[in-house]
Structures are given as structure tokens and as C-alpha cells.
């Protein structure tokens, strides 16, 4: 009896078979987590698109669902992120120099490292359970502002670190070593050569952190920020709310009309990180050609 | 300037650098402090045995219960949930951008993915609520309005991209001579992947893998809309539970006043949740330098 088809030859028909399927199927899921992200969008742009209008950014929250707006929630994320920002970067970009360019192996450098690398993957309440604790009841601030702002800055810090770190350390060496020749001493170098080189890559990071920090919403609820706030925050002292919150103020009550409130709130907030994220990508353009 | 006022300066700068960097690990020290105070104060009322393994938990009742485990309970059940979706699309993902995609397509995907990860939690809380709860009502018989069905999978939305593109690094890392070693011994593409590059990239693949859940135990604000806010020991992911952290946020919300037992209580399920997500990411850590080590 003589064999027609060759053993291998179907095998192999198995196995090329077995190969496009996994391809196949890798490239479905991708699509899938594409839609996913498609249908995020969509469902929220049509739910709330007809809301938004000037006299939604424009107006304070109100019972009726029509008549709320976001000003008092926009205007306390814009002042609690640019407090956060005054507090987070001047800190987490010098705690970033020194393990960079100055740390080296040493033990203590290591402990800092690792320690960081840790308070990265800490859940965000968990910041919030420490402003509760610290700044809001043994410092006295009060559901402020400032209490909510330096929890926020906590938060962002060793992410901050991290991506400036990451930054820095793209800088060749050659730069540095050039410095040194020329006579510089070591903060020279820093300032002068290695900072302004690093500035696009440090200012993607802390655009990064604080569009996160932007978006929490959990550690600033544990503080006790206020959930209705009918006034635009004054000073650093206030009491104040920010967006995320307002928004899940509203996706938590049962009427519809406050879920497309939520949804005008989203899209708003979506604007703001796509505006900040906008604002890195032109700053950091800017500063790569000066630098070429 | 003279030599020496320079030199005093180049140490002062250096000094409150260092000062900057310690600072982190102030932090660290704070949050443990504040944590175990009121820990502390909570088990002086409670025993530890009866918060680690008592089965009801209704501190804000009139008749109060200490037992953690239906948060616990509900803790697991949703982030089971989100890592039953994102653990196999994530390293499908992973496999097919690394193995098979044309590097245009991989350049082109992996930001998209990473969209995914920077949406605010809020924003997957409404998403959730208002259009998979409802998509999966359609089907599931019994489904409740609060359940822990879709946030788990809405959160396994948002850890998706973090398992996608560390396990790609881990996959991306393996050296290629490996995979033509395969090929030489006559293995397909798939073989290749499946048998060869993924058990080599095992250890910084399971790093990805722990980080992840560690995530999804902390997440809270998916939980907090969309889960429900009743604490309920059970596997049924069809009925509304509280997660831990969903449980701060209850609390946080009311008028609590400071010092009472029931505020203490978030202190005590945060240190349990500190503890947990604090272990995982240290195994996250030790099998990513052992990963390193291998190929280094």
C-alpha cells in the first residue's frame, strides 16, 4: 500500500494552521481592548455632549440637574493641581538630582531607591488615610486646599522621581564630562548642562504625574473634601472640590439627568488632561529644537 | 567667588538635595505611623481575631460587628474577576505584539493601549455603572444593579495595558538567540512563543502579573460606584458587595467624628490593605530581579 499523503505534510498543514490562529486571536483581543477604549468614548461623548454648554462651566451645582454646573469643581482642580505642582516638583526633581547625579552605590542611596520604587505602587487612598491623619488632623489644615493639594503632591512625588530620574540619565555623559574639563564644579554641570538637556523628558514626566493627580479622585474623598461646594474656591485655606469628585457626586444619585451631568463633567475632564498632555508635547518640542 | 565660599556653596546645594531625597522616606514612615496609631487604638476595642476573622461587618449599625472578611471577600472577588480578564488578553496582547505584529503595528498599538491606563478611575466608575452593567444585564439572569461582575471587568479593562506591556518587555528581552535556536531545531512561530520565549520570559511575565492584582486590590473608585456598598461574605458575582477600599470611601463620605470606633475602622482596613498591596509588589520586585539576573 503506498502512502498519498505524507505524514508531515498534514502535520505541518496542523501546525501552520495552530500559528495563524494564535496570530489571529492575539490580534482580535488587541482589537477588542481598542474597541473597549472606542465604546468608553462613545458611550460617555453621547451621553453627555448635550449638556455641555457655557452655563454648565459656568454655573455652581444645583438640586435640579439642569440647572448644575461645574465651576466651583473646575476651578478647585485647576488651583489644587497648580498648588500640588508648587509643592511636588521642586521636591521630587531635586530627590531625582541627588539619586541621579550625585547618590551613587552607596547604602543610603539604595534604602531612598527602593523605598521609592515602593511608595510608587501604594494604593492612592492609602495617601489619602495619611492627609486624613497627618495634614488635615495633626496639622490642623482642615479639609483646605492646602490639605488637599499636599496629599496630592505626596502622591505624585515618587512618580515624579522616577520619570525626572529617567530623564536625567538619558543626558549622555560625554555633556558632563565636557563640563568638568572646562573647570565647572558639580552643581554647574547639573545646572548649566544636564538639567536644560533633560528638560523636555522632565517636563513629559511631570505632565505624566500631574494629569494623574488630576484624575484622583479616592484620597481627596478620605481627606473629607466636600462633595457640594457652591463657590469657587478663594485661597489655599478653603474648602473646596475638584472634578473627579463632583463627577462621581453625580453618577451616584439614580437620576438620569445627573448621569449625563457626569458625563458633561467627564468630558470636560478629558479636555483638561488632553490640554495638559497638548501643553507637554509643545513644551517639550520647543525645548528639543532650541537644544539642536 | 573664592575657592572656599564656592566649595561651601557646592555642599550646602548637595546637602539640601540629599534632604529632598530623604524626604521620600519620611513619607513612608508617615504613612506606616498614622496607620498603625489608629490601628492600634481600633484593636484596643476590637480584638484582632475578631476583625481578622469574624464574618460580619456592620460598624455602622447599631449592632456592631468588627469581622473584615466580607470586605476581604468582596476585595478578592472583584480583582479575581478583573485578573480573569486581563491576564490572558493581556499576554495574548503581549505574545502577538512581540512575536507576530509588524513593528508598525506594535509602535502604532502600544500608546493606544496606554490611553487606556491613564483614564481617571472615575471615568471607568461611570462606565461601568451606566453602560456595562446594563450590556451585561442583557444576558446574565440576576444580575443586580450594584454586582461585582462589572466593575471586575471594567477594572480588568484598566489593568489590561499594565500586563500587556511589561510582559511584552519580559517577552521583548529574551535574547533572540533562543527563539533561532527553536526555529533551527524546525518549531513554528507558535511553538516558538508558547514552549520557548514565554517560559523564558516566566518570572518578569509573573512580576507583571503580581503588580497588577496588586492594582486591582487597591482600585477604588470602580468599586465604589459600581459594586455597591453592602459588605456580604460571598462568591456571587451577581449581587452587590463592598470592597476595602470602597468602604473607606463610605465611611469617608458620612460624618464620621474623629476618634470614635467607626472612624478608626478605615485606619484598620487600610493598614490590611497597605499590608496586602505592600507584599505583593515586594514578590512583583524579587521575580523582576531575578528576571534580570537571568539575561543579564
Given at each position: 500500500m503506498t502512502v498519498l499523503v505524507h505524514p508531515d505534510v498534514s502535520t505541518r498543514f496542523l501546525k501552520r494552521i495552530g500559528d495563524r490562529l494564535l496570530s489571529a486571536f492575539g490580534l482580535l483581543v488587541t482589537l477588542l481592548a481598542l474597541i473597549a477604549l472606542g465604546a468608553l468614548v462613545y458611550d460617555i461623548a453621547s451621553d453627555g455632549v448635550g449638556r455641555l454648554s457655557w452655563s454648565f462651566l459656568t454655573s455652581y451645582p444645583s438640586r435640579r440637574a439642569q440647572d448644575a454646573g461645574i465651576l466651583p469643581a473646575l476651578a478647585g482642580s485647576l488651583f489644587v493641581i497648580s498648588l500640588t505642582a508648587l509643592i511636588a516638583i521642586p521636591l521630587g526633581v531635586s530627590a531625582a538630582i541627588y539619586l541621579e547625579e550625585?547618590?551613587?552605590?552607596g547604602r543610603v542611596s539604595r534604602l531612598i531607591e527602593v523605598n521609592i520604587s515602593n511608595l510608587a505602587g501604594v494604593p492612592s487612598i492609602i495617601y489619602g488615610l495619611l492627609g486624613l491623619g497627618?495634614?488635615?488632623?495633626?496639622?490642623?489644615?482642615?479639609?483646605s486646599v492646602l490639605a488637599g493639594a499636599s496629599t496630592l503632591a505626596l502622591l505624585a512625588l515618587p512618580v515624579i522621581i522616577l520619570a525626572t530620574r529617567e530623564a536625567l540619565r538619558a543626558v549622555p555623559k560625554s555633556l558632563r564630562e565636557a563640563s568638568y574639563a572646562l573647570g565647572a564644579t558639580k552643581w554647574q554641570t547639573v545646572w548649566h548642562q544636564v538639567l536644560p538637556a533633560a528638560t523636555p523628558g522632565v517636563l513629559t514626566g511631570l505632565i505624566l504625574a500631574l494629569s494623574r493627580a488630576v484624575g484622583e479622585t479616592a484620597p481627596l474623598i478620605t481627606i473629607?473634601?466636600?462633595?457640594?461646594?457652591p463657590f469657587v474656591p478663594t485661597d489655599v485655606w478653603s474648602p473646596f472640590t475638584v472634578l473627579p469628585i463632583q463627577i462621581f457626586n453625580w453618577v451616584s444619585r439614580p437620576q438620569a439627568a445627573f448621569a449625563h451631568n457626569a458625563a458633561a463633567g467627564i468630558l470636560v475632564l478629558l479636555v483638561l488632561l488632553l490640554a495638559m498632555n497638548a501643553v507637554a508635547i509643545v513644551l517639550r518640542d520647543r525645548f528639543q529644537k532650541r537644544m539642536a | 567667588m573664592t575657592d572656599r565660599v564656592r566649595r561651601l556653596a557646592e555642599f550646602a546645594i548637595e546637602r539640601t538635595l540629599f534632604l529632598c531625597a530623604a524626604f521620600s522616606i519620611l513619607v513612608t514612615a508617615g504613612i506606616i505611623l498614622v496607620l498603625l496609631w489608629e490601628t492600634a487604638a481600633f484593636l484596643g476595642d476590637v480584638p484582632l481575631s475578631e476583625f481578622l476573622f469574624g464574618t460580619v461587618w456592620t460598624p455602622?449599625?447599631?449592632?456592631?460587628h468588627f469581622g473584615v472578611l466580607p470586605l476581604v471577600a468582596g476585595t478578592l472577588l472583584a480583582s479575581a474577576i478583573a485578573m480573569a480578564v486581563a491576564l490572558p488578553s493581556g499576554l495574548l496582547i503581549a505574545i502577538y505584539l512581540s512575536e507576530y505584529a509588524a513593528s508598525p503595528v506594535r509602535r502604532a498599538v502600544r500608546p493606544v493601549l496606554e490611553v487606556l491606563a491613564g483614564v481617571p478611575t472615575v471615568v471607568y466608575g461611570y462606565f461601568a455603572l451606566q453602560f456595562m452593567t446594563p450590556l451585561l444585564q442583557s444576558f446574565v439572569?440576576?444580575?443586580?444593579?450594584?454586582?461585582?461582575l462589572s466593575p471586575g471587568i471594567v477594572m480588568g479593562i484598566m489593568i489590561l495595558p499594565m500586563i500587556s506591556s511589561l510582559s511584552e518587555d519580559a517577552l521583548h528581552s529574551v535574547p533572540n538567540g533562543l527563539r533561532e535556536g527553536a526555529y533551527a531545531l524546525g518549531a513554528t512561530r507558535m511553538q516558538t512563543a508558547l514552549r520557548v520565549v514565554v517560559p523564558a520570559a516566566f518570572s518578569g511575565i509573573s512580576a507583571a502579573t503580581v503588580l497588577a492584582a496588586s492594582r486591582a486590590i487597591g482600585e477604588t473608585m470602580i468599586v465604589a460606584i459600581a459594586a455597591g456598598q453592602q459588605p456580604r461574605l460571598t462568591l456571587d458575582p451577581r449581587v452587590p458587595v463592598e470592597t476595602m477600599t470602597a468602604y473607606i470611601v463610605q465611611v469617608s463620605l458620612g460624618d464620621t467624628p474623629t476618634g470614635t470606633l467607626e472612624y478608626r475602622t478605615i485606619f484598620a482596613v487600610g493598614m490590611l490593605l497597605f499590608l496586602s498591596t505592600f507584599t505583593l509588589n515586594l514578590i512583583s520586585n524579587w521575580l523582576r530581579e531575578r528576571f534580570r539576573e537571568e539575561y543579564a
Open positions: 550625585y547618590g551613587g552605590r497627618l495634614f488635615v488632623r495633626v496639622m490642623g489644615m482642615e479639609r473629607g473634601a466636600l462633595t457640594y461646594v | 455602622l449599625f447599631y449592632d456592631k439572569p440576576g444580575l443586580a444593579g450594584f454586582n461585582a
